[in-house]
Structure formats: C-alpha cells, structure tokens
C-alpha cells in the first residue's frame, strides 16, 4: 500500500521539475540563486509528498479496523493466517455472525499484568452453543456449534494479539473424566436438597483446534513469526506472582497437548517472553477443560494476569 500511494504522489510532480532541480549547474549571479531557490522549492515539494504518501498509508492501516464490520471480517482473515502458519487446525472455522463484538479502548495495566500496555482492540466473539447471561434463569438459545473464539484485535496491526479458542466434543470422542452433577432444587434454599444429575464429562480433544504433534516449542516460534517476533523464552508453567513453588521451564520438545493438567480439574500455563514485545510483559498459552468442550488460550488475555 505505501509503495503504490508513494508512486501516486510523487508521480503528481512534474518529472520536468525533478530533472531541472538535479541538473549540474556552474557559475555564479542571479541564474544561480533562482536555481537555488528553485532546487529548495522542488525539494520541499518532494518532501512533502513523501510525508503526505506515508501519513495517507498509516492512516489507512490504522482504520483497517475502524468499525465491528471490519473487525469480523479482519478475524477472520487472521484465523486463515493462523492455519496458513500451522498454528491452527484446518478445520477450525466460525459459523454465522458473531455473537457480540466489542470495542475496547487502550488502557494500562496494572502490576498484575506486568504493566502491559493493552492497544485500543475489538473482542469478536462466536460462541459454541448456548451461554447464561447474568440475571438470567435458563440459558439463552443459541445454535450449538464444532467451534468458538473471543479474539482480541488491534485496531493498529490488525493482528490477534489475544485468542480464546473452543472445540466441542464429538459424540464419539471418549471422556478422560467425569465429575457428579447434583442440582439444587431450589437455589435460593439450600436446605430444600439437590438432585443427581448426569455427570459432567470432560474430553481430551485439542487435536480438533491445533495438530497433534505439535510441541510447546514449534508453538511458541509459530507465534514469534506472526507476531513479528525475533525469539521467545519459556519461564515457569506456574507463575511465582500467584504461587510459592513455581515449576521448573517445560522442554520445548514437550507435546502443547500435553499441557493441559495432570489432575482433573487443575490447568497449568505457560509463561513466554518473546523477544521485540514489551519488556518484561510476558504473554500465555493455557488449554484448559470444560464440560463438553476444550479451550486454548494465547497471547496477553489470561485469567490470571
């Protein structure tokens, strides 16, 4: 986009100019100064439409997503890249219209997010079937769907610089454990008892969203390539902010499939430093285990900080 703007506008001047101001001139008097002033003015001229060519090209790029229809249609395209690249699964996709899209402005965090500097962004968020909304008694109907995301958008790169990603179990898809349901008769009165329900089943799925040998490693340098990155550093699968005894790094060579948990119900993290991002602002890679469904988080939305 800069080359062809920069073509544009300086092709609006005249080449006549351009030749006259670079032409060799010798002697001295009146005919030299009005060269002078002539070169000066042509070189002005130039520099102006060399400012005038980059500020249209940044401006462009900064309103690539300027509204929520940009935004969709930008994560989209950044979910083609994240397949292109092998972060994602080919078959990851998103169907219909997002189920919300929201407008986040730049905001400063807090020593809890190691003081990251969060750029205005866009969350688009498809969800995979049927949620709660606060205040609500049954779950809204929403059509179940394989996927569903909440990706965070800068407004400036246009790139996912945070990725929440769902796949929903198969029927054929074996649970790894299950928990017992009881449910309260009357939530408001615990007193009046609860009644079993079918258990709760949690699945091992996360070769539906990312490819199955896939290593912490190769993950980690996938994402330094997208995110311009020159090199990243592991630190603990536990961060010594939120616990005393912080795990040794992991092995890059360790399966990403790998880390979900050793016990049900317990999700470790991984803590990366990529080389070129904010000093000591590290960002994530979580899978996590739902119900129903699997999750992997990645880049600087955490649940933690």
Request: hydrophobic share 35%.
């Amino acid at each position: 986009m800069k080359r062809e703007l920069l073509s544009k506008a300086l092709g609006e001047i005249d080449s006549r100019f351009v030749a006259e101001a670079y032409r060799p001139h010798t002697g001295s008097g009146p005919e030299r100064s009005i060269h002078m002033r002539r070169k000066r003015i042509v070189t002005l001229a130039l520099a102006a439409a060399l400012l005038l060519a980059l500020g249209a090209a940044a401006y462009a790029v900064n309103q690539a997503v300027g509204s929520p229809q940009a935004a969709r249609r930008v994560a989209l395209q950044e979910i083609e890249r994240w397949k292109e690249l092998g972060l994602l699964n080919p078959a990851v996709s998103f169907e219909g219209e997002p189920r919300a899209i929201h407008e986040i402005q730049e905001q400063q965090g807090s020593e809890g997010w190691y003081s990251r500097l969060f750029p205005h962004h866009y969350d688009v968020r498809w969800y995979v079937g049927p949620i709660r909304l606060s205040g609500d008694e049954e779950p809204e109907e929403v059509e179940r769907h394989k996927y569903g995301c909440n990706l965070s958008i800068d407004t400036l790169s246009g790139k996912i610089m945070a990725a929440s990603i769902d796949a929903m179990a198969d029927g054929d898809d074996e649970p790894v454990w299950e928990t017992p349901w009881k449910e309260p008769i009357d939530p408001q009165h615990p007193e009046a008892g609860s009644v079993d329900r079918e258990p709760m089943y949690f699945y091992n799925n996360f070769e539906d969203i990312f490819p199955a040998d896939m290593t912490v490693g190769r993950f980690c340098e996938l994402l330094a390539q997208y995110w311009g990155f020159t090199g990243y550093r592991l630190a603990e699968t536990v961060d010594p902010m939120y616990f005393d005894e912080p795990q040794p790094p992991v092995d890059p060579d360790t399966l990403l499939k790998d880390m979900t948990n050793s016990d049900p119900g317990e999700n470790y993290y991984l803590t990366v430093f990529f080389e070129g991002d904010q000093p000591g602002a590290p960002m994530y890679i979580q899978l996590h285990q739902f119900p129903g469904c699997v999750t992997l988080m990645v880049g600087t939305g955490h649940a933690v900080g």
